[in-house]
């Protein structure tokens, strides 16, 4: 089966940068997702993953070590606009129909 | 011109009650989904629908019955709601991938059974 783990909650300061971690156990890799989720707010799609190594766009940037089962994105130059839920996602073994999630880390960025 | 769209945004009902949750894609997918996030924001999938078939159904109670008219809705109806029903209800729509399979989520349904 599959099983994710992302810290519950992080603090971080306007203008810093934080680093949100994700382990994952899947049977079958299909690639790992990052959704950003506002209060209240439908999740959005931040980055996909399916190479090993660092992917970078703006200010956020997610990167994968498919040995280690491991995934962080990094938040550059915090803004408090930043402050939401980070959501890892893996398609199931079934395929990419099923997306399943982990817990999310909800991070505060403060002034 | 958004995207996925679901309604209502919020829907408050009695216990016993049967309701329905639109949702509505203007994206040209083939594929919908529905997804329970409940109140400790675990973002669940209870169904997926491709081309109007449906794909998967998870560990969902039969009070649960999503209907596909066509490829661009996917409606969802709970019959005889109860007080674990009570969370945000999110529909979601994704290309079958050619390129990166992002879902694509609607605002959510605040389903609050009382």
């Known amino acids: 089966g599959q099983n994710i783990d992302q810290p519950t909650e992080m603090t971080a300061t306007e203008g810093a940068i934080v680093q949100i971690n994700c382990t994952y156990q899947t049977s079958g890799f299909n690639g790992l997702f990052w959704y950003q989720q506002h209060a209240g707010e439908a999740p959005t799609f931040l980055s996909y993953?399916?190479?090993?190594g660092l992917e970078e766009k703006g200010r956020f940037s997610s990167f994968l070590s498919r040995s280690k089962g491991y995934s962080y994105l990094l938040l550059k130059e915090l803004q408090m606009k930043d402050s939401a839920s980070y959501l890892c996602a893996v398609p199931s073994s079934g395929g990419y129909n099923k997306l399943i999630f982990g817990a999310g880390t909800r991070l505060a960025v403060h002034p | 011109d958004t995207a996925v769209s679901q309604t209502p945004k919020y829907l408050v009902t009695q216990m016993g009650n049967d309701k329905s949750i639109k949702c509505e894609q203007n994206?040209?997918?083939?594929?919908m989904y529905w997804y329970k996030q409940d109140s400790k924001k675990f973002l669940k999938i209870m169904f997926s629908?491709?081309?109007?078939?449906?794909?998967i159904n998870e560990t969902v109670p039969n009070r649960f019955s999503p209907k596909s008219p066509d490829k661009a809705h996917l409606n969802l109806h709970i019959n005889s709601l109860e007080l674990g029903d009570s969370a945000v209800y999110f529909c979601?729509?994704?290309?079958?991938?050619?390129?990166?399979?992002?879902?694509?989520f609607g605002q959510g349904t605040r389903l609050t059974v009382v």
């Open positions: 994206l040209g997918h083939d594929t």
């Open positions: 629908y491709n081309n109007k078939e449906l794909i």
């Open positions: 979601a729509s994704s290309q079958d991938p050619s390129g990166v399979p992002e879902a694509f």
């Open positions: 993953n399916v190479l090993d």
